[in-house]
């Protein structure tokens, strides 16, 4: 089995240091056979020190001269993980529709222009209603929107606080499963992130919960994604990963080449 991993960063993302051949040659040494860069794009982040501007002239030429260079030990592939928020969808049309992208994942960093990482979201509610707002907002923006390959980490709202992590989640399952249905009938599919293993919560993002529900339904695209933004974290989880992706299910995981879906069976 071919060992796949589609959502990293290098220091084209703004939130990573690393320069993007040193991320191949951890990809390599991890013993990834297939790699998907999937640089940070925003439009309007909530944050001072952050725009998340992509310089995707420079992040093409240089992946170019790096996949001709690694060829014979790693497929690389440009993709681009574009921030949803509800007032700047065009604007994030716009931009994939110029990018020539092998694959595209749209991430909801945000909720109601308010970023979730440093928390500013959470201020003054409830967990219910922070959940509530997250996936409500993540429902318009999926049926405003269609641009899009995968859906990141769908259930990111559980990383950043630790009410959050402990919440019951099954509260607004009735909300989540509206998503998922509305990706399914779009043709649209989701990613298990295993970054989820190093904050808090000890686990994929979305829950294995979600992952079976999905499935379920009647979904078969996923994705793998470590969300790396250090060599030592790419491919990180990946075994057992696909072991929580059987236990849902899934007898394959999903690539993408110029916007099209691949599937690689599950061993």
Known sequence: MKKIDYHLHSSFSEDCIIEMKEMVEGAIKAGVNMLCFTEHKDFDYPHEEFTFHLDNEAYTKRFLELREIYKKDITLYRGVEMGLQKHILKEVDDFVKVGNYDFVIGSQHCVDNKELYYKTYFQGKTMREVFEGYY???????????????????????????????????????????????????????????????????????????????????????????????????????????????EAGFKYISWFVGRKVEFEKIR
Do not use: C, W
């Open 136 to 246: 409500d907002e993540l429902l318009y923006n999926i049926t405003n929107f269609n641009n899009f390959d995968v859906i990141g980490h769908l259930d990111l709202i559980r990383r950043y606080s630790d009410e959050a992590v402990v919440y019951n989640f099954n509260e607004v399952m009735d909300r989540v499963d509206v998503i998922l249905k509305k990706l399914i009938s779009m043709n649209k599919g989701i990613e298990v992130n295993a970054g989820g293993f190093f904050y808090p919560t000890a686990m994929t993002n979305p829950h294995p919960s979600i992952l079976k529900r999905y499935k379920e339904f009647g979904g078969e695209i996923i994705t793998f994604g470590s969300d790396a933004h250090v060599p030592q974290k790419i491919g990180a989880n990946y075994e057992r990963t696909m072991d929580i992706l059987k």
